[in-house]
């Protein structure tokens, strides 16, 4: 960082700000301001039997009892978190396996959210569970309040199904916790200045010993103010029990240590690859090319090697993935001897199980993957088990649950895999179709869309279309069974299309890449190729035409906004980032540098302002209509991006509706029933602006 006597010379300008004001999340001016808009919202969309009726049925799909109850293994037993009309904040629930397989399971209550926030008085938002393994007895519950990215951590005891009498716990606030041994933790939370990065994450990890004062946790490592976060973590596998820490840099840079005879060994890859270790390998994604000297490998391959060659020198690594111009690495599950990897093959999903036997890696397809549609791979158990999870879906297929298990030796073919759950059609879905389609953006890049219509669509321009998009953080979407989007617009014969922009991880990590920092705009030009497109092949026109995304998504939809007003028939833009010069400044928005520049940079800040949508809207010229919403209770992307968007939008007299939930966090909700009022007003909104 810049000395502070130097600052003036080395740091961009700030545009004069009027809105700023609005940054207070809780002041009393600021929440008057943001009831005064919720309250215009709701008498323009949500006051109508056509709103209320589709918000009921939102809202039944959202807490059917015909779900799939999805579950995870914990010591004997198999656990599952539930939300329904009966449970609004949800029960933490287990079952064994063979009740599980039964139509309607009988379930054993472990813990009940809604009442537990009724005798606490606190509106708690399961964030989930941190087990002690491989023992299984006791587990770190995090609660949130009101959905926000700070947690509560509570020690727990899975036998007595009770909270732990003087047992670990934790106060608000953005943690990293990891088991150390039944009676010691590696602690990552707030100790008071200078224990947090300058993103909101923890800086230290301290050792915490059972029946000690968490402020007394002895130091063991500490990354720099401006790191993202740092974090510790203890391998419970039996025989290759070890301790790493891993300083994460930016978003996508990191370091990782190996604690070794008392000392922090630092593990030497890329520190833009990200390692794991399973059994005796060493894992390594990588994000760029490395040359290792006598080999290079390609970025977006995944690797392994054994762990402790690899530590002491070796690097003739297995190369599990090897991309292509487009396949790229989804994620990968060890099992107790195989690696299931999941890939993508033009934004089509694959599964390969993978085993290593007699000094080389036997592969093997794994079937039931759906040509057009999403597949999750999971293991049971890994420390355990070879039996693994696989959830399939589609467009127009629900989602199944099936089990499955791969031999422990020979060929890793799956055998007697096992539908265990299926869920209902939530909507009509005759005369419907799923395709993929390709535009070309204005660099001559192929950008690959899918697109969910009426089989006999009329290419006449006529039909209301939503484009969704986020295109960014090498997150890629893929064609899922999305029930509220069937029952609150397929069904109407409108269409539904997802759009492959560069920025995401549709095709790896280069993908990803070639719209970073000043290539950003790469990302918005893909975008509006793909509506182009649309309207080329007559599906939709403009006025049909209407666009949504969220969070880094939410950007798109402000540039899209203020690039391309004249392309689109209305814009929801949600819990998004919009102002681009303090977005650093505010949460979490520090961590994402690495994605976007870092302004306060003047020749950073000379690429970043042409793609900040709150100061390029433009006084002369006409917008669509456009809905912000937001959460007062976002601790990730500050609510006033959203507010001051709004602010500015309405002072010129543009078309504007903006809604902030008081709750809910990044996610926008804390309950089913506040989901589903606010999917609500962005289909009603939708509806009543591409008609």
């Known amino acids: 960082m810049p000395h502070a006597s130097r600052a003036a010379d080395t740091t961009a300008p700030t545009p004069a700000d009027p809105y700023q004001w609005l940054e207070e999340v809780t002041g009393e001016k600021q929440l008057e301001w943001v009831k005064e808009r919720n309250a215009k919202v709701t008498a323009a969309l949500a006051d109508n039997d056509a709103f209320r009726l589709l918000e009921k049925r939102i809202l039944s799909i959202l807490d059917s009892k015909d779900r799939i109850p999805m579950v995870g293994k914990i010591g004997p037993h198999f656990y599952n978190f539930w939300r329904d009309a009966q449970n609004p904040k949800g029960v933490w629930r287990r079952t064994s396996l063979e009740e599980y397989r039964k139509a309607q399971p009988a379930w054993e209550t472990v813990i009940d959210l809604d009442a537990l926030a009724e005798r606490e008085k606190e509106n708690w938002v399961w964030h989930g569970v941190a087990v002690f393994q491989p023992d299984d007895k006791r587990c770190l519950v995090e609660l949130s309040r009101g959905g926000a990215d700070a947690e509560v951590i509570r020690e727990y005891d899975l036998e007595a199904k009770a909270f732990v009498a003087g047992g670990f716990e934790l106060p608000e606030a953005k943690s990293r916790v990891a088991w150390r041994d039944a009676d010691t933790l590696l602690v990552g939370t707030d100790f008071g200045a200078g224990s947090m990065t300058t993103s909101g994450y923890p800086r230290t990890i301290r050792v915490w010993k059972r029946g000690t004062k968490l402020a007394d946790a002895e130091l063991v490592y500490e990354g720099a103010d401006d790191d993202m976060a740092v974090s510790g973590f203890k391998d419970p596998t039996p025989g290759?029990?070890?301790?790493?820490?891993?300083?994460?840099?930016?978003?996508?840079?990191?370091?990782?240590?190996?604690?070794?005879?008392?000392?922090?060994?630092?593990?030497?890859?890329?520190?833009?690859?990200?390692?794991?270790?399973?059994?005796?390998?060493?894992?390594?994604?990588?994000?760029?090319?490395?040359?290792?000297?006598?080999?290079?490998?390609?970025?977006?391959?995944?690797?392994?090697?054994?762990?402790?060659?690899?530590?002491?020198?070796?690097?003739?690594?297995?190369?599990?993935?090897?991309?292509?111009?487009?396949?790229?690495?989804?994620?990968?599950?060890?099992?107790?001897?195989?690696?299931?990897?999941?890939?993508?093959?033009?934004?089509?999903?694959?599964?390969?199980?993978?085993?290593?036997?007699?000094?080389?890696?036997?592969?093997?397809?794994?079937?039931?993957?759906?040509?057009?549609?999403?597949?999750?791979?999971?293991?049971?158990?890994?420390?355990?088990?070879?039996?693994?999870?696989?959830?399939?879906?589609?467009?127009?297929?629900?989602?199944?649950?099936?089990?499955?298990?791969?031999?422990?030796?020979?060929?890793?073919?799956?055998?007697?895999?096992?539908?265990?759950?299926?869920?209902?059609?939530?909507?009509?879905?005759?005369?419907?179709?799923?395709?993929?389609?390709?535009?070309?953006?204005?660099?001559?890049?192929?950008?690959?869309?899918?697109?969910?219509?009426?089989?006999?669509?009329?290419?006449?321009?006529?039909?209301?279309?939503?484009?969704?998009?986020?295109?960014?953080?090498?997150?890629?979407?893929?064609?899922?069974?999305?029930?509220?989007?069937?029952?609150?617009?397929?069904?109407?014969?409108?269409?539904?299309?997802?759009?492959?922009?560069?920025?995401?991880?549709?095709?790896?990590?280069?993908?990803?890449?070639?719209?970073?920092?000043?290539?950003?705009?790469?990302?918005?030009?893909?975008?509006?190729?793909?509506?182009?497109?649309?309207?080329?092949?007559?599906?939709?026109?403009?006025?049909?035409?209407?666009?949504?995304?969220?969070?880094?998504?939410?950007?798109?939809?402000?540039?899209?906004?203020?690039?391309?007003?004249?392309?689109?028939?209305?814009?929801?833009?949600?819990?998004?980032?919009?102002?681009?010069?303090?977005?650093?400044?505010?949460?979490?928005?520090?961590?994402?540098?690495?994605?976007?520049?870092?302004?306060?940079?003047?020749?950073e800040w000379e690429f970043i302002r042409g793609f900040s949508p709150y100061h390029n809207i433009d006084p002369a010229k006409d917008y669509p209509p456009i809905l912000i919403t937001t959460s007062t209770r976002d601790d990730r992307v500050h609510p006033g991006h959203a507010r001051k968007m709004a602010a500015r939008l309405e002072e010129l007299k543009k078309p504007v509706l903006s809604y902030e939930n008081i709750e809910g966090g990044h996610g926008g909700a804390a309950d089913n029933k506040q989901r589903a009022f606010m999917d609500a007003l962005g289909w009603t909104f939708l509806s009543k602006e591409l008609k």
């Open 240 to 603: 290759f029990e070890r301790e790493f820490y891993v300083r994460q840099k930016t978003f996508w840079t990191n370091d990782m240590f190996e604690l070794r005879d008392g000392q922090l060994v630092q593990v030497p890859k890329p520190e833009d690859a990200n390692a794991s270790v399973h059994r005796e390998w060493l894992l390594l994604e990588l994000r760029k090319d490395w040359d290792t000297g006598a080999k290079t490998y390609p970025a977006g391959a995944l690797l392994a090697i054994d762990h402790e060659r690899f530590m002491a020198g070796d690097r003739d690594c297995h190369v599990l993935f090897a991309p292509s111009p487009r396949t790229s690495l989804v994620s990968f599950a060890p099992t107790r001897h195989h690696i299931l990897v999941t890939t993508l093959d033009n934004v089509r999903n694959r599964v390969e199980a993978l085993s290593w036997q007699e000094g080389k890696w036997l592969r093997e397809p794994l079937s039931g993957v759906p040509d057009l549609g999403t597949a999750g791979v999971s293991a049971v158990d890994d420390l355990d088990s070879d039996d693994f999870f696989l959830v399939t879906a589609s467009p127009l297929q629900p989602s199944t649950l099936a089990l499955g298990s791969l031999p422990a030796s020979g060929q890793p073919k799956a055998t007697g895999v096992e539908k265990l759950k299926s869920a209902p059609s939530f909507f009509e879905s005759k005369g419907l179709v799923v395709e993929q389609h390709e535009a070309t953006s204005a660099d001559g890049t192929k950008v690959p869309y899918f697109q969910i219509g009426p089989k006999d669509l009329k290419l006449d321009g006529s039909t209301p279309t939503l484009l969704y998009g986020y295109g960014g953080f090498e997150i890629p979407l893929l064609p899922g069974y999305e029930a509220i989007t069937g029952a609150a617009w397929l069904e109407k014969g409108n269409v539904s299309v997802i759009a492959n922009i560069r920025g995401g991880g549709e095709f790896g990590p280069a993908w990803h890449q070639a719209a970073l920092k000043e290539n950003r705009p790469r990302a918005y030009e893909d975008f509006i190729a793909v509506g182009e497109d649309l309207v080329r092949r007559k599906v939709t026109s403009p006025e049909h035409l209407g666009i949504k995304g969220g969070s880094n998504g939410g950007l798109l939809m402000g540039n899209m906004l203020v690039r391309r007003p004249d392309l689109w028939g209305g814009v929801v833009c949600q819990v998004p980032l919009l102002d681009m010069r303090r977005y650093h400044t505010l949460l979490a928005g520090a961590s994402w540098q690495g994605e976007y520049g870092n302004p306060d940079k003047p020749e």
